[in-house]
């Protein structure tokens, strides 16, 4: 039998909203810088990541941060199947130049890889 075939949807599942959704990961205090963007992160119990992303005002108007955000979860949602376990990830985006989705796609995997190796020392160590 083959593989089940895999979506790259970005379902409302996959999706972190709200102060309660954001407050645990920025709580782990586990991030990662990646040019503009830091990322923070901690495994879920899930079989899937879970998304968020924090846009502040001072990086540009609606027009800009929206593209932004657009672009990020087009990076997320393209790569979400290349991730070694179930995470929730934030982005908090510093004021920049707009980046291709391609610099997106290697920031968020730069910062996911970084995240991965952080916790799986984590329970290296504690075990």
């Known amino acids: 039998m083959s593989e089940p075939e895999k979506t790259y949807r970005f379902t409302k599942a996959m999706r972190l909203r709200g102060r309660n959704a954001f407050a645990p990961v920025f709580d782990a205090r586990v991030r990662q810088f990646a040019g503009p963007l ?4 901690v495994p879920n119990e899930l079989n899937h990541p ?5 846009v502040s005002k001072r990086v540009g108007g609606a ?4 593209r932004v955000k ?6 997320f949602r393209l790569a979400q199947h290349d991730w070694p376990r ?11 130049e707009v980046l291709t989705l391609a ?6 995997f730069k910062a996911i ?5 952080h916790w799986e020392k984590t329970v290296a160590t504690d075990t």
């Not at 179930?86 to 920049?96: E, F, L, Q, S």
Request: net charge positive; proline share 2%.
């Open 38 to 41: 830091t990322f923070y992160g």
């Open 50 to 54: 879970r998304f968020g992303i924090s």
């Open 63 to 66: 027009v800009k941060r929206n």
């Open 70 to 75: 657009r672009l990020l979860r087009e990076a």
């Open 86 to 96: 179930g995470y929730d990830i934030v982005c908090v985006v510093k004021p920049h």
């Open 103 to 108: 610099e997106y796609q290697k920031l968020l």
């Open 113 to 117: 890889r970084g995240i991965h190796q």
